[in-house]
């Protein structure tokens, strides 16, 4: 297992298009997570899964923005209508059943809105 | 509200020289971890500590939990330039098997050889 992977690493679109990313967690772990990540700060939860279920989500995460993960396998983050304001680092985590073994994360996809 | 407060935001220092940035809340956590991310990556994980007054080494890393498990402090000795990053402390409620980890806004190291 490679690790987490996340596509595409850059996405550079305008105004008001429909973005998707990638994203595959290490295949044994049952949980994936969201973060999303601006420059100087932590990064901010959005949502996650166990295993196909979305089990909570983020005030965050306007209507505008959807996560899904069939089958428990990988998961698709879609922006709908962006805005400059969603110029960030999106952060993809996947890890076992219980936080105390930490998270494994991808290198990022990072989104910028013109 | 930021459940975890890091400190301090910004350090810059010399090759050699010791350090410390602290993580503190309000709240209790079930445990914290500590991340090192660099420019254009994701956190990698460092050390996670779960019980109150634990203390974790790893080479020259030194890592305690606070007693009332509300704070957690780094501690770096003789520090490289390879120890530059960022530092995130993340922390776990709810007894840690649900919900999801709140990470607070880091501090940023630079080690100048």
């Known amino acids: 297992d490679t690790g987490v992977s996340q596509n595409p690493r850059h996405k550079i679109t305008k105004r008001g298009q429909n973005v998707t990313f990638r994203c595959d967690p290490i295949?044994?772990?049952?949980?994936l997570y969201w973060y999303r990540q601006t420059l100087g700060q932590g990064p901010e939860f959005l949502t996650y899964?166990?295993?196909?279920?979305?089990?909570?989500k983020s005030r965050l995460l306007s209507d505008r923005f959807s996560a899904e993960r069939p089958k428990g396998s990988f998961s698709t983050l879609e922006i709908q209508r962006t805005e400059q304001g969603d110029s960030a680092m999106y952060l993809c985590?996947?890890?076992?059943?219980?936080?105390?073994?930490?998270?494994?994360f991808g290198s990022g996809t990072r989104l910028t809105v013109v | 509200t930021q459940l975890l407060e890091q400190s301090p935001q910004f350090l810059s220092i010399q090759e050699g020289e010791n350090l410390t940035v602290y993580c503190n809340s309000s709240s209790v956590f079930s445990s914290l971890q500590w991340y090192r991310q660099e420019p254009g990556e994701g956190p990698v994980l460092l050390v996670t500590v779960v019980t109150g007054g634990e203390v974790k080494k790893l080479k020259r890393l030194t890592f305690q939990f606070g007693d009332a498990r509300k704070d957690s402090s780094l501690h770096i000795t003789a520090a490289q330039p390879g120890d530059t990053g960022l530092y995130l402390c993340?922390?776990?409620?709810?007894?840690?098997?649900?919900?999801?980890?709140?990470f607070g806004k880091g501090t940023k190291l630079s080690v100048k050889p």
């Open positions: 899964f166990q295993n196909e279920a979305q089990l909570e």
């Open positions: 985590a996947s890890s076992p059943w219980h936080l105390d073994y930490g998270y494994t």
């Open positions: 993340a922390g776990a409620r709810d007894g840690g098997s649900q919900g999801n980890l709140i």
């Open positions: 295949s044994e772990h049952n949980r």
